[in-house]
């Protein structure tokens, strides 16, 4: 492998002296393909600095092809270059050329059907390195409509390797809110699922690949149940997972959490947990986010008591990399704080949710960068440690930011009716604070303009919401729609009630009668139920 790669090396040196600069001329003469096998090669890891360079040259050069010459390179050849230049993604030019790639997909859409499915998973593979820009989502949904066509067809996914199955599904999970991403990945799941029997033939890494980005989509059924069978395999594989790299177990608990209920999911994650208690002394080794994915999905089974410990072993590592919460994500440190939160009375947990409430509280100024459901999901989990300073003062900040979306033109409205009841019963934890008053009458507002009906509230919800709300009896006086949210709580409820009690009249009225019942004594009970 030494040998391997300073070959590359020295090849990569030896291109960019004497082809680089020819590269236009040399695609006029059809020799484009040689490039794009060239730079797919000295891209690798393998190829180092000097492969990264020669990348980022050929990149520079295509990002100014013009139309006539970019078709002319071909789109097996842009499909190689795109895959090389994403293993570059923080180079500039790397992405500026992946760009006119892309727009190429777009305005050419058609060619796309002389790719064989492996290529087409090399396109979207190198596209996916850039999910925030317009270009790729626009060419990765013209990619999925293929897959989509290909699917259909007698053409079908067969020929896709396992490796192809995996960097389609994770390129696809980029864009999970495209209506074509989801497609093409129920599609892809469709294929999984005819393999089904042979997934004993998947590597692990593709597993986990393919678990991660399913995940993207647990309310469609065929993700959820490749997902199952996957689980399934994980747990024949229990006596090998420590073969799985950290990232690999990160990625399968994540995609698992999708489908709590699941026995597959749950015996899967917990055999992880355990495996990763084994490997308690290497979790310097985990990334930030590969720790906050654990941390997020071993929440979703809080009562399992191997998922609480490898927990708490995660809430002891990430004390001691405290110094470097400022890399972590927004989301990132989100999932941390719901995910510790599950276990509130662990000490591990709660030094942890105070040292992270103290990273949130430096990142006052950009709160505007958490999403919605990861600035609910803070304040119902830092609201588990009340007694706490930093949790309550960063709870105030955070009421702050949800006053400010609420004054602009959109309001609350990208708030779901979850992030809105976990907000609440945050929120009550610390009545005291003006800003958090301030903040719950904001939402009550917003629950009133949707119509209280629509959140589908339980009984449970509906008290605590009631609960929260009048822990500020003032404002609830001069403010009407606290009010009339209690009303209509209290009115849903009382329907709730009354249908039950008709529903078992109902049943009763349908059995053979039995001596001293009668009609007249099932309204009294009625009336009795609904009085109460």
Not at 326 to 349: C, I, M, Y
Not at 405 to 416: D, I, P, Q, V, Y
Request: charge should be neutral; charged fraction near 25%.
């Amino acid at each position: 492998m030494a040998d391997h790669a300073e070959f590359l090396q020295k090849a990569a040196v030896d291109f960019q002296r004497r082809f680089v600069a020819s590269f236009e001329e040399d695609i006029r003469a059809g020799k484009s393909w040689g490039y794009a096998t060239i730079c797919n090669a000295v891209s690798r890891k393998a190829g180092g600095q000097a492969g990264g360079e020669a990348c980022e040259r050929i990149a520079s050069r295509v990002s100014r092809l013009d139309d006539a010459l970019i078709r002319e390179v071909g789109i097996r050849a842009l499909s190689l270059l795109a895959a090389s230049f994403g293993r570059h993604s923080k180079r500039v030019e790397c992405r500026n050329g992946a760009i006119r790639i892309a727009k190429f997909c777009c305005d050419e859409n058609g060619s796309l059907q002389e790719l064989n499915n492996l290529s087409l998973a090399a396109l979207i593979s190198g596209f996916s390195k850039w999910p925030d820009q317009a270009a790729f989502r626009q060419a990765a949904v013209a990619i999925a409509g293929e897959v989509i066509r290909r699917a259909g067809s007698r053409i079908q996914l067969s020929d896709l390797t396992q490796q192809g199955l995996a960097s389609l599904v994770n390129g696809f999970s980029k864009w999970p809110e495209e209506a074509a991403s989801r497609q093409a990945a129920v599609a892809l799941a469709g294929e999984v699922m005819h393999r089904s029997g042979r997934l004993c033939d998947f590597a692990q890494q593709g597993l986990a690949i393919l678990v991660n980005g399913f995940g993207k989509w647990p309310e469609e059924p065929p993700c959820g149940q490749v997902t199952v069978a996957i689980a399934g395999e994980v747990l024949r594989r229990a006596k090998w997972l420590h073969n799985f790299n950290q990232q690999d177990l990160a990625n399968l608990v994540n995609g698992f959490s999708k489908w709590p209920d699941e026995v597959a999911s749950r015996q899967a994650t917990v055999a992880i947990a355990g495996e990763l208690l084994r490997r308690a002394a290497q979790l310097t080794d985990f990334t930030q986010q590969g720790l906050a994915n654990l941390v997020n999905g071993f929440c979703k089974w809080p009562e399992d008591g191997v998922c609480r410990k490898a927990t708490a072993a995660i809430a002891g590592e990430v004390l001691c990399r405290a110094a470097q919460l400022p890399d972590h994500t927004a989301q990132g440190l989100a999932n941390l704080v719901n995910g510790f939160s599950k276990w509130p009375e662990e000490a591990a947990s709660r030094q942890a949710a105070v040292a992270l409430a103290r990273e949130v509280l430096r990142r006052a100024a950009r709160l505007c960068d958490f999403a919605s459901q990861a600035l609910a999901n803070l304040v119902n989990g830092f609201s588990k440690w009340p007694e706490e300073l930093p949790c309550g003062r960063v709870t105030v900040a955070l009421a702050g930011e949800v006053l400010q979306r609420a004054n602009h033109e959109k309001g609350l409205s990208e708030f779901t009716s979850q992030d809105l009841r976990g907000l609440v019963d945050g929120f009550s934890r610390w009545p005291e604070e003006s800003a958090v008053r301030r903040a719950t009458i904001a939402i009550a507002d917003e629950v009133l303009r949707r119509g209280v009906r629509l959140f589908d509230f339980t009984q449970l919800e509906a008290e605590n919401l009631i609960n929260g709300f009048s822990r500020w009896p003032e404002e609830a006086a001069c403010h009407p729609a606290i009010t009339d949210i209690a009303k209509e709580l209290q009115l849903i409820h009382l329907q709730a009630v009354q249908h039950r009690v008709e529903e078992k009249r109902y049943h009763q009225m349908s059995e053979p009668r039995i001596a001293g019942s009668s009609s007249a004594q099932a309204v009294v009970n009625v009336h009795d139920a609904t009085s109460s």
